[in-house]
Structure formats: C-alpha cells, structure tokens
C-alpha cells in the first residue's frame, strides 16, 4: 500500500543520514554528543548514548551542515528520540564546534 500524503499525520519522507550532532542545552554550556539517523523538513531520528537523559526541547546542532534547529521531542524509544523541528538558529557564541 503507498501512503496517501493527503492524509491527516502521515508521515514526511525521511532521508537515512549518518550526521554527528550535538544536543546543546546551554545550561553551563552543555551539550551532549549523537548522531542523526535520519531527517526530513519537518524532523529527524536521533540516536544517543544509553541513559542519556534530555530535555523535552533543545537545540540540535549539526556542524556538518553548520545548522541549528530548536527541536521538541515527539517521541522516545531505548536511545532514540524523535524530534519535530521548530525552526532554526545560530550556532551559540560559546559552542566550539
């Protein structure tokens, strides 16, 4: 069956990446490092170490594509998360990446 994109909550093609990011929390300028599995307009798949506790928004950053977004997680999974993206920002001052 192909998915109607008419639909009400169907999904966003996701491209398969392999992007290392970093979740910045700028609390004492923190981040915690991952790595993006997959991506879309909208959101990505994001993969984090075991235990890895994270805050229901942050902002991702993949210096790969020197880009920013600030994220909400929709969803959590073992060590995935997946994110909706609300928009983007510049990279912090602080951040060395």
């Not at 994001?46 to 942050?58: G, K, Q, R, Y």
């Not at 902002?59 to 993206?85: K, M, P, Q």
Request: proline share 7%; net charge positive.
């Amino acid at each position: 069956m192909i998915p109607n994109p008419n639909l009400e909550g169907a999904r966003e093609h996701r491209r398969r990446v392999l992007k290392g990011a970093s979740i910045l929390l700028g609390i004492k300028h923190s981040e915690i490092r991952c790595v993006v599995r997959n991506m879309h307009d909208k959101g990505a798949q994001i993969e984090l170490p075991p235990s890895t506790a994270v805050p229901d928004e942050f902002l991702l950053y993949i210096s790969v594509d020197e880009i920013a977004y600030r994220c909400t997680i929709r969803w959590r999974r073992g060590d995935r998360i997946g994110v909706s993206f609300k928009g983007t920002e510049p990279k912090p001052h602080w951040h060395y990446g």
